[in-house]
């Protein structure tokens, strides 16, 4: 019991994946959000089109000066 105390003492205490490795990025787009279509509205969602528009002009913001 004391050995095991004085190791959590020296160590601290693990909760979780102690174990497994990560797994390497495979370069996937995981969201649509992401996806080329998404960002500049073309796959026909209002929302979609309505965020590129603000996109498209925050990026135009500071390049007339």
Partial sequence: MKDDFQSI????ISF???GREKKDDDGKV???A???K???GAHGSG???QKAK???QRANRHKGK
Wanted: aromatic fraction near 10%; avoid cysteine; hydrophobic fraction near 20%.
């Fill in 16 to 18: 979780g994946r102690g």
């Fill in 30 to 32: 995981k969201t649509k």
């Fill in 47 to 49: 929302s979609a089109m």
């Fill in 9 to 12: 003492l020296e160590n601290g």
């Fill in 38 to 40: 998404y960002i500049t």
């Fill in 54 to 56: 603000y996109r498209q």
């Fill in 34 to 36: 992401k996806k080329k």
